[in-house]
Protein backbone atom coordinates (compact mmCIF):
# COMPACT_ATOMS: atom_id res chain seq x y z
CA UNK A 1 0.00 0.00 0.00
CA UNK A 2 2.87 2.35 -0.67
CA UNK A 3 4.10 4.38 -3.16
CA UNK A 4 7.72 4.38 -4.87
CA UNK A 5 8.23 6.92 -2.35
CA UNK A 6 7.19 5.08 0.57
CA UNK A 7 4.20 7.04 0.95
CA UNK A 8 0.82 6.26 1.61
CA UNK A 9 -1.49 6.26 -1.36
CA UNK A 10 -3.39 9.45 -1.61
CA UNK A 11 -6.06 9.36 1.35
CA UNK A 12 -4.73 6.77 3.57
CA UNK A 13 -2.48 7.72 6.08
CA UNK A 14 0.15 4.61 7.27
CA UNK A 15 0.54 4.36 11.13
CA UNK A 16 3.84 2.50 11.98
CA UNK A 17 3.50 0.05 15.10
CA UNK A 18 6.82 -1.19 16.13
CA UNK A 19 8.07 -4.03 17.87
CA UNK A 20 6.04 -3.99 21.30
CA UNK A 21 3.47 -1.33 20.33
CA UNK A 22 0.08 -1.39 19.52
CA UNK A 23 -2.36 1.04 17.97
CA UNK A 24 -6.21 1.13 17.02
CA UNK A 25 -7.92 3.56 14.83
CA UNK A 26 -11.57 3.64 13.77
CA UNK A 27 -10.56 6.02 10.94
CA UNK A 28 -11.24 4.86 7.47
CA UNK A 29 -7.54 6.52 5.91
CA UNK A 30 -5.24 5.21 7.84
CA UNK A 31 -3.65 2.19 7.84
CA UNK A 32 -2.12 0.27 10.11
CA UNK A 33 1.66 -1.48 9.34
CA UNK A 34 3.92 -3.22 11.36
CA UNK A 35 7.24 -4.18 9.75
CA UNK A 36 9.76 -6.80 10.31
CA UNK A 37 7.04 -9.05 12.29
CA UNK A 38 9.74 -12.47 12.69
CA UNK A 39 9.70 -14.21 16.11
CA UNK A 40 7.13 -11.89 17.44
CA UNK A 41 3.56 -12.06 16.39
CA UNK A 42 0.96 -9.12 14.44
CA UNK A 43 -2.10 -9.35 15.97
CA UNK A 44 -4.96 -8.15 14.19
CA UNK A 45 -8.27 -7.46 15.75
CA UNK A 46 -10.98 -5.53 13.59
CA UNK A 47 -14.83 -4.67 13.94
CA UNK A 48 -16.72 -4.20 11.06
CA UNK A 49 -19.48 -2.98 12.73
CA UNK A 50 -18.33 -0.23 14.59
CA UNK A 51 -15.31 0.16 12.09
CA UNK A 52 -12.48 -0.59 14.63
CA UNK A 53 -9.11 -1.85 13.74
CA UNK A 54 -6.31 -2.58 16.11
CA UNK A 55 -2.57 -3.99 15.37
CA UNK A 56 -0.24 -5.44 17.88
CA UNK A 57 3.64 -6.45 17.66
CA UNK A 58 4.52 -8.35 20.40
CA UNK A 59 7.54 -9.55 20.79
CA UNK A 60 7.41 -12.46 23.96
CA UNK A 61 4.74 -14.71 25.92
CA UNK A 62 4.70 -13.24 29.19
CA UNK A 63 5.02 -10.42 30.85
CA UNK A 64 6.07 -12.65 34.11
CA UNK A 65 9.81 -13.01 31.49
CA UNK A 66 10.56 -9.72 32.75
CA UNK A 67 8.04 -7.87 34.68
CA UNK A 68 9.83 -4.08 34.72
CA UNK A 69 10.12 -4.02 30.76
CA UNK A 70 6.42 -5.11 30.82
CA UNK A 71 5.24 -2.14 33.16
CA UNK A 72 7.25 -0.11 30.71
CA UNK A 73 6.47 -1.52 27.47
CA UNK A 74 3.12 -3.51 28.12
CA UNK A 75 2.77 -4.30 24.30
CA UNK A 76 5.18 -6.36 24.31
CA UNK A 77 4.42 -9.23 25.53
CA UNK A 78 1.30 -11.27 24.65
CA UNK A 79 -0.95 -11.51 27.82
CA UNK A 80 -0.38 -7.44 28.61
CA UNK A 81 -0.13 -6.47 24.95
CA UNK A 82 -3.51 -8.16 23.92
CA UNK A 83 -5.11 -7.13 27.43
CA UNK A 84 -3.93 -3.50 26.05
CA UNK A 85 -5.26 -3.68 22.89
CA UNK A 86 -8.20 -5.10 23.58
CA UNK A 87 -8.91 -2.07 25.99
CA UNK A 88 -7.93 0.54 23.93
CA UNK A 89 -10.20 -0.90 21.02
CA UNK A 90 -13.15 -1.51 23.42
CA UNK A 91 -12.85 2.65 23.84
CA UNK A 92 -13.51 2.82 20.79
CA UNK A 93 -16.47 0.59 20.52
CA UNK A 94 -15.14 -2.53 19.51
CA UNK A 95 -17.58 -5.33 20.62
CA UNK A 96 -15.84 -8.82 21.62
CA UNK A 97 -18.62 -10.76 20.53
CA UNK A 98 -18.19 -9.30 16.64
CA UNK A 99 -14.57 -8.69 16.61
CA UNK A 100 -12.08 -11.11 14.14
CA UNK A 101 -8.45 -11.79 14.53
CA UNK A 102 -5.97 -12.66 12.40
CA UNK A 103 -2.33 -13.82 13.77
CA UNK A 104 1.19 -13.21 11.40
CA UNK A 105 4.79 -13.99 12.66
CA UNK A 106 5.83 -17.01 14.77
CA UNK A 107 8.63 -17.37 12.76
CA UNK A 108 11.83 -19.16 13.89
CA UNK A 109 14.33 -16.42 12.43
CA UNK A 110 17.34 -17.15 14.55
CA UNK A 111 20.62 -18.68 13.20
CA UNK A 112 22.63 -20.44 15.31
CA UNK A 113 22.28 -21.66 18.59
CA UNK A 114 19.42 -18.87 19.44
CA UNK A 115 16.73 -20.86 17.04
CA UNK A 116 17.19 -23.88 20.62
CA UNK A 117 14.43 -21.09 22.39
CA UNK A 118 12.05 -21.72 19.75
CA UNK A 119 10.36 -18.27 20.58
CA UNK A 120 8.13 -18.17 17.32
CA UNK A 121 6.57 -21.53 18.82
CA UNK A 122 6.15 -20.27 22.05
CA UNK A 123 5.13 -16.74 21.44
CA UNK A 124 2.10 -18.48 19.17
CA UNK A 125 0.90 -20.73 21.65
CA UNK A 126 0.78 -17.86 24.40
CA UNK A 127 -1.45 -15.68 22.10
CA UNK A 128 -3.47 -18.79 21.47
CA UNK A 129 -4.05 -19.09 24.83
CA UNK A 130 -4.67 -15.84 25.72
CA UNK A 131 -7.37 -15.11 23.11
CA UNK A 132 -8.99 -18.97 24.03
CA UNK A 133 -9.76 -17.27 27.21
CA UNK A 134 -11.38 -14.11 26.06
CA UNK A 135 -13.05 -15.84 23.89
CA UNK A 136 -11.97 -14.80 21.06
CA UNK A 137 -11.91 -16.97 17.63
CA UNK A 138 -9.07 -16.44 15.45
CA UNK A 139 -10.25 -15.71 12.10
CA UNK A 140 -7.01 -16.39 9.95
CA UNK A 141 -3.17 -17.57 10.28
CA UNK A 142 -0.22 -16.88 8.47
CA UNK A 143 2.59 -18.01 10.74
CA UNK A 144 5.74 -19.81 11.09
CA UNK A 145 8.25 -20.43 8.54
CA UNK A 146 12.12 -18.54 8.63
CA UNK A 147 11.20 -15.20 7.03
CA UNK A 148 10.26 -11.86 8.48
CA UNK A 149 6.54 -10.79 7.68
CA UNK A 150 5.20 -7.11 6.72
CA UNK A 151 1.84 -6.58 7.90
CA UNK A 152 -0.76 -3.86 7.02
CA UNK A 153 -4.61 -3.57 8.34
CA UNK A 154 -6.38 -1.12 6.37
CA UNK A 155 -9.38 0.06 8.80
CA UNK A 156 -11.64 0.92 5.84
CA UNK A 157 -11.38 -2.79 5.09
CA UNK A 158 -10.36 -4.63 7.96
CA UNK A 159 -8.70 -7.41 5.75
CA UNK A 160 -5.07 -8.08 6.96
CA UNK A 161 -3.03 -7.78 4.05
CA UNK A 162 0.64 -9.79 4.47
CA UNK A 163 3.87 -10.16 2.46
CA UNK A 164 6.68 -12.36 3.29
CA UNK A 165 10.42 -12.27 3.31
CA UNK A 166 12.64 -10.97 0.31
CA UNK A 167 9.30 -8.93 -0.69
CA UNK A 168 8.67 -7.76 2.80
CA UNK A 169 12.13 -6.09 2.76
CA UNK A 170 11.60 -4.83 -0.57
CA UNK A 171 8.04 -3.32 0.17
CA UNK A 172 9.79 -2.04 3.84
CA UNK A 173 13.06 -0.31 1.49
CA UNK A 174 10.08 1.45 -0.80
CA UNK A 175 8.69 2.69 2.48
CA UNK A 176 11.82 4.47 3.73
Known sequence: MTTGRGLPPIGRRRVEVGPGECAVSSDPADVL???AVGSGIAVSL???AAGVAGLLHLLLPEASINPVRAAEQPAAFADTGLALLLKAAG???LSVDRAA???TGAAETAVGGAAVFRLGRR??????SVLAGLGLAIRAEQVGGRECYRVELPVSTGRTAVTIGRAARDARREAS
Open 33 to 35: VAE
Open 101 to 103: VDL
Open 123 to 128: NLLAVR
Open 46 to 48: VDP
Open 91 to 93: ARG
